[in-house]
C-alpha cells in the first residue's frame, strides 16, 4: 500500500485523511486508497469530514469572541467637574444655590407658576447695580434685587 500524502495543517485536510485511513480496507495489494475506497463510502467520508471542519471552526470562532470579550476593560469613567459659584460684594456674599433658591422663589410667588414646570434657568448678575436678571424656560425674562 502506498504511504497517504501528508496531510496540511488545516483541520478539513486531517479530519478528511483520517475519515479514509479509517475507512480503507488493509489489502496486501497495490493499491492507492482512493482506488480502495468506493464512491458510497466517499460521500460519507466528505459529509463527515464537512461535519467535522465546521464544528473545528466554529469552536475557534468562538474561543475568538471570548479572548476579544474577556481582554477589554471597562471604560473608566470620567470624573465629574465639580464647581461653585460664589459672589462676593459690598460687605455681601452669595452663592449659587442662593441665587437659584430665589429664582425658584420668584418662579412660584410672582410669576404664579409651579416649580414643576421651571426646567431651565439662566442668572446674570450685575453688583453694581444689587440686582440679577434672569430668563427661565427660554420664555420670562425679569430682574429681581438682592
Known amino acids: 500500500m502506498a504511504p497517504a500524502k501528508k496531510a496540511t495543517t488545516k483541520p478539513e485536510a486531517k479530519a478528511v485523511e483520517t475519515a479514509v485511513k479509517t475507512t480503507a480496507p488493509k489489502t496486501e495489494e497495490k493499491e492507492t ?12 467520508v466528505v459529509s463527515a469530514a464537512k461535519a467535522v471542519a465546521e464544528k473545528v471552526v466554529d469552536t475557534t470562532k468562538k474561543k475568538a469572541a471570548a479572548k476579544k470579550t ?18 462676593q460684594f459690598s460687605g455681601k456674599s452669595y452663592s449659587e444655590e442662593d441665587l437659584v433658591k430665589m429664582a425658584k422663589d420668584v418662579w412660584k410667588f410672582d410669576l404664579k407658576q409651579k416649580l ?6 439662566e442668572l446674570y448678575v450685575k453688583p453694581e447695580e444689587n440686582t440679577v436678571y434672569y430668563v427661565m424656560n427660554k420664555d420670562y425674562a425679569g430682574s429681581f434685587y438682592i
Request: hydrophobic residues 35%; glycine residues 6%.
Open 116 to 121: 414643576g414646570d421651571l426646567t431651565s434657568v
Open 33 to 44: 486508497v482512493k482506488e480502495a475506497v468506493k464512491p458510497e463510502e466517499k460521500k460519507a
Open 70 to 87: 474577556a481582554g477589554r476593560k471597562p471604560a473608566a469613567k470620567k470624573a465629574e467637574l465639580k464647581s461653585s459659584v460664589c459672589v
